[in-house]
Each structure stands twice: as structure tokens, then as C-alpha cells.
């Protein structure tokens, strides 16, 4: 029996991952599937003419017209067409706000030059003694900056994510020298939140030791001579 329990457990820890991977992603291209192709003509839609319904190819006619509008935005006319309903929406009260901000935080995330979210840290938080997992955004501007920041030791925007859901949390402003910046990766740092601690990324500071270690000890001269000296005859 312990061993039956061992084999079953074991292959739970297989296959609950993929299972629930598949799950995800099938769900998503049924979700996409089902907001396209109602709007794909008849003679088009490959449903009409085969026995059985092709998952993904709404996903695809997405991708394509996504991909469509942006090439076509990338021209003057494209951007003429943009700019002009920006400022219809921008004289929409309610709409203006909400797409204004949706705007900013999709080119925040898929800006190739931002650096938003590369770093993780430690603040102490709630009080002394007790240390939290931050994102590090961006050093703080304007008025905030201005108001609360110093030169010497500017202020830094941070966002401390809530276990297990990192995708909610606080935003604070906390002093640069009040941050400790870790080395994992935002990936490991989600995995250790979603996880509540159970699953630590690896520390790779003893291999990098070991290895200047062994670099030093191979570059070091023998005997008491310098590297430069030559041996007296």
C-alpha cells in the first residue's frame, strides 16, 4: 500500500500540471473561438463546411487582424485614423478615463524599453524586523518626488503583491536605501508568493563564489615571487 500511495502520488505531481496547463489554454482558445467566430462570415467559417468544429481557428483570425491593425497603424494614414478617435474618446468623460488608463498600463508592460517589474526586493513591512517581497517599478517623478524625495535618496515605486494572488497588492513609495534588490528573477519571485513560501529559486552566489574561487586560485602565482618578479638565479 505505501507503495501504491508513493506511485500514486508521484503521479499526480505528473500530470496535475500538465492536465491543468491544458486545461488553461483550452479554455482560452474556446474563449477566444467563441467571441470571433460569430463575426466570421459563413463561407469562411470552416464549422459550415466540416463535421466538427475546429478549435483555435478564432484564436487565429484574432492574431491576424491584431497583427493587421497594427501594421496598418504604423502608417500616416493609420495613425491619422487613431489620433482622431482618441480625441473622440477624449471627450468622453467616464470612457476617456478608462481607456486612458488601460492605454498606459499596456504600454508600460509591452514596452521593450521599460523597466517595469525586472527587479525584486525585500522592504520591511509592517514593521521593523519583518521583511516583504516587493516588484520594483521605476523611480518615482513629478510631484511625488518633489514632495517626499530627496536627491541624495530618491523614492521608488513598489509593489507589494498579496499571497497566494500576486496580481493584487499595495503600490508604496519607500527610500532606494530602504530596498534590498535580490538577484531571482520576477518568475522565481512569483513562483516563491504563489507558493506562500514553499518553493525558493535557487541561490546561485555559491556557485559564482566557488567559481572566482577556483579562478583565483588558478591565477595565483606559486611560491613567494610576485606574478611580475623573475626568480633570482
Known sequence: MTRLRNYFLT???????LAITIYIVWS???????????????????DNYLPFAVPGFGLIVACVLI???????????????IHYGEYLL???????????????????????????????GLVEFPHRGVWA???????????????????EDPMIAVFMPTTPNPTTGFLMYVRKSEVIELSMSIEDGAKLLISAGLISPEYQQ?????AEEFLGKRHK??????????PQA
Do not use: C
Open 11 to 17: 503521479g499526480f505531481i505528473v500530470t496535475a500540471p
Open 28 to 46: 482560452f482558445i474556446g474563449w477566444v473561438d467563441s467571441w470571433v467566430k460569430p463575426y466570421i462570415p459563413a463561407r469562411y467559417n470552416p
Open 67 to 81: 497583427t493587421l491593425v497594427g501594421f496598418l497603424t504604423a502608417s500616416f494614414v493609420g495613425r491619422t485614423i
Open 90 to 120: 477624449d471627450r468622453m468623460p467616464l470612457i476617456r478615463t478608462v481607456y486612458k488608463t488601460l492605454k498606459q498600463i499596456l504600454e508600460m508592460i509591452f514596452s521593450e524599453r521599460s523597466e517595469t517589474f525586472k527587479k525584486v
Open 133 to 151: 517581497i516587493v516588484f520594483i517599478a521605476a523611480e518615482a517623478r513629478g510631484e511625488i518626488q518633489q514632495s517626499i524625495g530627496s536627491e
Open 206 to 210: 555559491t556557485t559564482q563564489a566557488l
Open 221 to 230: 602565482p606559486n611560491g613567494p615571487h610576485e606574478a611580475g618578479d623573475k
